[in-house]
């Protein structure tokens, strides 16, 4: 059976992922936990917010339709071979495995992962520690301190999730 492409948009957030900011959204923390997880074991599901990437909303047919019909207040919304699989939620890890057809003890490993996360401090791109954004692949930007430059999560006087 050939693995479904999968695509997830999002909201704008003030970075890629969302994990970010003084209080970070447990939802957004376990869904990057689960999808570094599932790119570790080759598994690929692409993921877009509004803010970073309003272009693929607009190249992609069924999250353009969706955003006239429903706006953004509806997303995330998630597409299984460029046809709608599920909107207004993420899908709990037994929909992922069900859907990407592979073992949810896999996930066990994000579960743990999700934890450790939670337990850091100063995780945010700007924030105190340097380390996490360094080596996280979900972490905010992936970048290091705000050096005055006009990254958008971190050097814009507006809208930074890093304040």
Known sequence: MERKQV???EQAMCCPTGLCGPSIDPELLRISAVLDTLEKHGILVERYNLSNAPLKFIQTPAAAEFLQHHGPEELP?????????????YPTNEEFARMLDFDPSLLDEASAQQDSRAEETGSCCCGDSEEPAAESS?????EKENSGDSSPCCGSGSSSCCQ
């Open 77 to 89: 919304l998630i597409l299984a071979d460029g046809k709608l699989w599920m909107a207004g939620r």
């Open 7 to 9: 695509q997830i948009f």
């Open 138 to 142: 979900s972490s905010c930007c992936g």
